[in-house]
């Protein structure tokens, strides 16, 4: 049978974002693919270079739609990293738990993310119901439900509203008599399990050679977590396990997710009983208001995203602009050279599973 | 007792950096070490010694490439390649730069030592116009496509001009505005007779 071209993307209900895989095919077996990233191109590094250190707060969380929090975090510890600024510690804890809260919502969306492709709706309705649940603590907190805006250079903007903690509470308790009905319904459903199993299958060696990192190394029996090697905020005083996986396939890494789930939950009651009362911000560098001056410097500050090491390099020369911002995203090496090298060889309707197993996200690799 | 075993193995780690620094200084001379952070250092090396530099960094433990990207510093006349270099076994940063001349913006490519190296070259190539000898795919567009002018981020490419030239402001012969007012009640006017605001 002759070789044919499919056009995967720009536009498929089965990413995240607008991006394209050329799949050279025969049969229904791809045997050379080709992605094709750029459609998102908003050019946030040029812009962030024309906007002041404060103005950028509101450009960055659109960098990564579904995980916004994380950018924050890093462009934020970048800076204070250059500056030598020592963040208070109350703010320390609350970013911790808007971190973690939104890797549960990022989590609970990727259930919805691996229902479209695989025909099971129902895993969609409830994923997205229950994110929507602390979607709303996040509006409640910050104002926004998406694009929070809230871990700023030098802390948070502002300090939780009253009864937040007993709400938080409330929610993680909910989530987790959730946690259950998820494992029951998806993650030992015979549908999820026939067509992600030894799907998108990735090795230990691949990933490290490669540099994927997050749960897609993590399934693959590796506990890195940059949260354990290298921690940021407080994470090295708090306990929690690193879930891992051996099979390196598409249903390894779906079947982290609530454990990861599980750990976040530990983490933020853990977070809840340490954090003490405080100041929440602190002066981050001279400057009238918000037009602060960050001192001459280089830093780099990465985070632990739901798809992996996520990070900023930040370059100041001492004015009211950054001088040059360069984002890694968490999926750049999948997304790029795994999608060329590794995606040859899947069937045309395991590819939006490989993608959204993979973690691909478009936005943050065009940024 | 946790604490004390802490501060062993932070003074262990301390020692051993000391001596990869000691070591870098005497290999590749002309190597500076700035810390960032305790677990962040920069390293500048003259552009001949990066690639040595780089497999000598990878074969130590330091094998995990965050990302290569660069700075343009248009009045020194430099690029500055930044490679982000992490070790999973201790928690340790490397951001390794060197500069290269802003007017001859050619580099060697690492691709042989980091496969994804070759989208990243791209990706710098693209954005700032250095190549990346040794990486044939380097000059292949990535994001930008049917691309004709300065590379984007490098500092003398104005973003406000280009938008303008490629993109004109449209002219509209009735201003829709006043049409809307008129339509809605809120001035008196003819909708034929409007006038564009300015």
């Known amino acids: ?281 602190t002066k981050i560098a001279d400057g009238n208001g918000l037009r602060i001056r960050v001192p001459k410097g280089m830093a780099y500050a990465r985070v632990e995203s739901t798809r992996g090491e996520y990070g900023y390099l930040v370059v100041s020369d001492g004015e009211e602009k950054p001088y040059r911002v360069a984002v890694r995203g968490a999926s750049y090496p999948q997304g790029l050279y795994g999608v060329e090298h590794l995606m040859p060889g899947t069937r045309i309707d395991d590819v939006p599973i490989w993608l959204d197993t993979m973690g691909v996200c478009a936005p943050e690799i065009d940024r | 007792m946790m604490n004390s075993t802490n501060d062993t193995n932070d003074t262990n780690a301390s020692l051993e950096l000391q001596r990869v620094f000691e070591e870098l200084k005497s290999m590749f001379v002309g190597c500076e070490v700035s810390q960032i952070e305790p677990t962040q250092f920069k390293l500048i090396v003259p552009s001949d010694k990066m690639l040595g530099m780089l497999t000598y960094l990878k074969g130590i433990g330091y094998s995990h490439l965050s990302i290569i990207t660069c700075v343009d510093w248009i009045d020194e006349k430099k690029f500055e390649l930044v490679y982000i270099l992490f070790n999973w076994s201790n928690g340790v940063t490397f951001l390794v730069s060197t500069f290269i001349d802003r007017d001859r913006p050619i580099f060697y490519t690492v691709k042989d030592m980091w496969p994804t190296a070759e989208y990243y070259e791209r990706d710098v190539h693209e954005f700032f116009g250095v190549e990346f000898e040794g990486n044939e795919n380097c000059k292949k567009p990535l994001m930008l496509e049917l691309w004709d002018d300065l590379p984007p981020l490098r500092k003398d490419f104005d973003p406000l001009q280009y938008s303008k030239e490629h993109f004109p402001d449209r002219t509209y012969e009735k201003d829709p505005i006043h049409e809307a007012r008129i339509i809605r009640g809120d001035i008196e006017g003819d909708i034929e007779g409007g006038e564009i605001d300015g």
């Open chain 1, 1 to 281: 049978m002759g070789e044919m071209k499919l056009f995967f993307g720009p536009n498929h209900p089965g990413l995240h974002g607008n991006f394209s895989v050329h799949m050279y095919v025969e049969g229904d077996t791809v045997i050379r693919a080709r992605p094709v990233p750029g459609f998102l191109h908003r050019g946030f590094e040029k812009l962030m270079e024309r906007r002041l250190w404060y103005q950028n707060l509101a450009l960055i969380p659109r960098i990564c739609v579904q995980e916004p929090d994380i950018n924050e975090a890093c462009y934020a510890m970048a800076i204070e990293k250059i500056a030598k600024v020592d963040v208070p510690e109350r703010a320390q804890w609350i970013r911790m738990i808007v971190l973690e809260l939104a890797r549960i919502a990022n989590h609970m969306w990727a259930f919805g993310g691996v229902g479209g492709p695989t025909g099971m709706y129902t895993s969609m309705y409830w994923s997205v119901s229950d994110r929507d649940k602390v979607l709303d603590l996040f509006e409640e907190l910050s104002g926004a439900r998406i694009y929070h805006m809230y871990i700023i250079p030098g802390g948070v903007r502002k300090d939780f509203p009253p009864h937040f903690e007993e709400k938080l509470v409330k929610l993680l308790d909910y989530i987790e008599g959730r946690l259950p009905e998820y494992e029951t319904f998806v993650l030992k459903n015979r549908i999820l399990h026939t067509r992600l199993r030894g799907i998108a299958t990735i090795d230990t060696e691949t990933c490290l050679k490669i540099g994927v990192t997050g749960i897609g190394l993590r399934a693959t029996g590796v506990p890195y977590d940059i949260r354990k090697i290298a921690p940021y905020l407080f994470y090295d005083r708090v306990e929690f396990d690193v879930p891992t996986a051996t099979e390196g396939d598409a249903l390894a890494r779906i079947s982290l997710k609530p454990q990861e789930i599980k750990q976040s939950i530990r983490i933020i009651r853990q977070a809840l009983e340490y954090m003490p009362s405080g100041p929440v911000n």
